[in-house]
């Protein structure tokens, strides 16, 4: 029998959630002698209605209505830029209401529940406990593919720094962030103003070292923070729907930010290729338009890296900076664009 | 007959001296859970707790710092296991208040092998730190919780120091070192007998077998079921039947990563007394890499 689905009783004294009976959240009929009548009308995730919550957490549940992680408008809005508009109405219907909005988190996936990824149900996440957080059971699962892992070391290699020192997701993700802000979000999570960024705990101008201050001066507004400090590889997401599936492998690519086109950042190759959509009759007329690189911020970083280490692996080997001969076969026309070749240090 | 009586004698003899290996450090090599809970609060003990982030915030030994595997060992040049930068490593240490004159007491899962050793490749670091108390928490944290000893959520914050020293580089040795060594040096090779045989593999390892001559000494032998080490004369049993007594004779120790072989390599020089052993960081997944280093199968 599976444990999980089992309330402990000793919970049952201890947490304010369970003086309400099962039925309040779960419905059902409490009168039902037999598991099936008892069963009638059962909802097993009460939460994805959020007026189950609004009950008694509304100053929670009204902003989270637009927040990404119940919306997934980021999804939305990373590839309705290759759509006609006529398209846009196809994907709404056929693509983003059926398929990219089943992945949307709603309060239970938090704080009771670990979520579904891929098959793999982990069940409660401490026998129904209403947790406050519990990064490694939650935030791991639907982020697992790329940021939970480069941030562990698991993929990689070596863990993020910030790890290293004991923090995890909600350390700087804060729940304003989490929770969303009452202002729907139309352009995707960079819009987000509660996002974390480095320099709300990494002022420069306060280096230990000769060398980092000169390196942050210096580069300042001309790199972002993870260009120098992202420890090393990530995984990039390649040719999704392109007959076979996607597939992923290690990446670490510098070019520019296809946000602002003049800071150089870390690129990550999404994996919408030419015919992601064509199963659903969409042959997205402006593909063009977008790249199919996107800046990302590694969950990997370190304090020194071998660019941190030495100018010469930027400016004498140029390694890692997209090139002409690396871009994606095939990939959109915005791809080149994003090339930038770093200039050697004048002596 | 006369010469199994001339190496009980001298297996006798070892055995006798043993604990004056253990004389010069302030602490014994393995300590058990009571005197740890006993010295919970001795300012000169730092515990280190080397499992993952999310699995000591669950519950840790009381007074136990966070500094998890991942931060002793890192993959480098396309192999696993390897040292970080001396630098980082510092930071490291620094990080956990460590200094020369710490006794710092490692803990951490012993589900499996690979837990296990995740525990004595960090000894083996803090070794080649120079850092001369360490000391293993017999059985880690699952034998901590088994004991029912106190646990605690509270993340103590460590008084950072800044670690600098001159490492001994001579515990970790390269694969040319090895080759130069072989017919000279005993190579032990720690792995379980089907791959030290070449029946089996792990996927990195791109050919099953072995480096020549290489003697077998599986980890798996230091240990009990329940994680904890097996008794001294034990294991100074199984080592000396294998590698012989000449405790000054050079001894060089690998497996797949680097990492398993630290076990008999900790247990040697901190408990048996061997005076030079050295692991091969490397291994075979480095090994076996390249085409013109001796290889039998």
Known sequence: MYKGFLVDKSLLGKDIHFSESCGFCHKGNEKGSTRETAHKGLVTKPSRNLETCDKCHEDITKPFKTSLHFTTEGQRQGVSGRFSQKELKIFNEKVFEKS??????????????????????????????????????????????????????????????????????????????????STAISKGRKEVTERPRCTNCHQTGQEKTEHGQTAHK????????????????????????????ASAKPSFILGLNPRDKKTVTTLRVIPTVRDTFKPAGIAMESFDKLPNYWDTAPHNIRKRTERTRSCEVCHDEKKDFLTKELLLKNGSKANESLIYTPKPIKK | MRKIKVSLFVLFICILFLPLASLARDVEPIVNTTWLEQNLNNPKVIIVDIRKVEEYKAGHIPNAVNIFYGSWAIMKGGLRNELPANDDLFDVIGSAGI?????????????????????TRVAWTLKYAGIPNIAILDGGYNKWMADKKPVSTDAPKPKATAFQTKPNENLFVKKDYVIKSMGKATIVDVREPDFYKGVKKLDFVAKTGRIPKAINLPTSQSYKPDGTFKDK???????????????????????????????????????????????YDGSSEEWTKDPQAPWEQ
């Open chain 1, 100 to 181: 990219c909005k089943s992945c949307h988190a709603s309060c239970g996936d938090c704080h009771i529940k670990a979520p579904i990824i891929g098959g793999v149900n982990t069940g409660l996440i401490k026998g129904h406990k209403f947790v406050k957080k519990d990064e490694g059971k939650t935030c791991a699962l639907c982020h697992g593919g790329r940021v939970y892992p480069e941030f562990t070391g698991e993929y990689g290699g070596i863990a993020d720094i910030h790890y290293q020192k004991g923090m995890v997701c909600v350390d700087c993700h804060k729940k304003e962030e989490m929770h969303g802000s």
């Open chain 1, 218 to 245: 210096t580069h300042k507004d001309r790199l972002s923070c993870y260009a120098c400090h992202a420890g090393g590889t990530y995984r990039s997401c390649y040719d999704c729907h392109l007959g076979k599936g």
């Open chain 2, 99 to 119: 200094g020369p004159d710490s006794i710092v007491v490692l803990v951490g899962k012993t589900d499996a092998i690979p837990d296990r050793t995740d525990i």
């Open chain 2, 233 to 279: 004369a034990e294991l100074m049993s199984a080592v000396s039947g294998a590698v012989g007594t000449d405790m000054t004779k050079e001894i060089i120790t690998y497996c797949d990563t680097g990492k398993v072989c630290t076990g008999w390599s900790f247990l040697m020089t901190e408990l048996l007394g061997y005076k030079n052993v050295k692991v």
